[in-house]
């Protein structure tokens, strides 16, 4: 595989403590991406290439990324969110919030109390990869619907029947992951028109036809946040306490065009 068409224009972003550690340029250096002891408020280490308007992100369908990591803490014991994909930065970056509608191909990790709209009855924290586009004419059409849809959510055997069809129009797939978070492994996201495979030390754990339709921009990111946002309407967001230190380490960063 190439290096990185932008490996130069990695973005840093370090908030309240959270820091990048490593040589650059990172597609070439291992590197860790650290979050100290945080009683209160918010603390970030990321690093992107999500520069400039979203409209001239530079990945597009016809792209992989491969890389090793591994977590300072199992699943049952990181808190808040991780990852790393691809994403059209929804909320903006945490220092200049300009919200739009996302799109995501990535592995993402989130902690109790997160709770995202996944399978109906299904897992809303863990570790897994996923897609979402929420931007397409499907996911837009059924915007005026929204609050009836959530009107009958509130009873399981209706949402058992309507969440699946949203997930449809949201592109919305997932897939949980079983190995240990803490050991080195090679993760692999082919991104393609026709949809994404997510590979996990060389074994496929997940194909799904759903595909965003870009631009995005690389991220990679270990944060304090979580996120509640259900098929039965419960929408919150805030901070989680960091009690101990933790992080992301990455090695063999690789992006290219296929």
Same mark, same amino acid.
């Given at each position: 595989?190439?290096?990185?068409?932008?490996?130069?224009?990695?973005?840093?972003?370090?908030?309240?403590?959270?820091?990048?550690?490593?040589?650059?340029?990172?597609?070439?250096?291992?590197? /860790?991406?650290?979050?100290?002891?945080?009683?209160?408020?918010?603390?970030?280490? /990321?690093?992107?290439?999500?520069?400039?308007?979203?409209?001239?992100?530079?990945?597009?369908?016809?792209?992989?990324?491969?890389?090793?990591?591994?977590?300072?803490?199992?699943?049952?014991?990181?808190?808040?969110?991780?990852?790393?994909?691809?994403?059209?930065?929804?909320?903006?970056?945490?220092?200049?919030?300009?919200?739009?509608?996302?799109?995501?191909?990535?592995?993402?990790?989130?902690?109790?109390?997160?709770? +995202?709209?996944?399978?109906?009855?299904?897992?809303?924290?863990?570790?897994?990869?996923?897609? +979402?586009?929420?931007?397409?004419?499907?996911?837009?059409?059924?915007?005026?619907?929204?609050?009836?849809?959530?009107?009958?959510?509130?009873?399981?055997?209706?949402?058992?029947?309507?969440?699946?069809?949203?997930?449809?129009?949201?592109?919305?797939?997932?897939?949980?992951?079983?190995?240990?978070?803490?050991?080195?492994?090679?993760?692999?996201?082919?991104?393609?028109?026709?949809?994404?495979?997510?590979?996990?030390?060389?074994?496929?754990?997940?194909?799904?036809?759903?595909?965003?339709?870009?631009?995005?921009?690389?991220?990679?990111?270990?944060?304090?946040?979580?996120?509640?946002?259900?098929?039965?309407?419960?929408?919150?967001?805030?901070?989680?306490?960091?009690?101990?230190?933790?992080?992301?380490?990455?090695?063999?960063?690789?992006?290219?065009?296929?």
């Amino acid at each position: 595989m190439s290096q990185p068409k932008n490996k130069s224009k990695f973005r840093l972003l370090e908030m309240n403590g959270g820091e990048v550690r490593g040589e650059r340029p990172f597609a070439n250096n291992p590197f /860790q991406l650290y979050l100290p002891i945080c009683p209160v408020g918010y603390t970030d280490a /990321q690093i992107d290439d999500c520069v400039g308007s979203r409209k001239v992100y530079p990945w597009r369908p016809g792209t992989t990324l491969a890389l090793r990591a591994r977590f300072s803490h199992e699943a049952n014991e990181l808190v808040g969110t991780a990852g790393f994909g691809f994403w059209n930065a929804p909320f903006g970056d945490p220092s200049k919030p300009v919200p739009t509608l996302p799109q995501a191909a990535w592995f993402f990790f989130g902690s109790p109390p997160n709770d +995202l709209p996944l399978a109906p009855n299904g897992p809303g924290q863990g570790w897994f990869g996923a897609t +979402l586009d929420a931007t397409t004419w499907r996911a837009l059409r059924i915007a005026p619907l929204a609050p009836a849809v959530l009107l009958l959510n509130q009873l399981a055997p209706l949402r058992r029947k309507i969440w699946p069809w949203v997930q449809k129009q949201l592109q919305i797939s997932f897939q949980p992951i079983a190995p240990s978070m803490t050991d080195w492994h090679d993760y692999k996201l082919v991104w393609r028109k026709n949809g994404c495979q997510f590979w996990v030390d060389g074994r496929l754990i997940h194909q799904t036809p759903f595909s965003p339709r870009g631009p995005l921009g690389f991220v990679c990111w270990i944060d304090n946040q979580y996120m509640v946002a259900t098929s039965n309407g419960r929408f919150r967001w805030g901070t989680i306490p960091v009690t101990s230190p933790q992080f992301l380490e990455i090695d063999n960063l690789q992006i290219e065009a296929i």
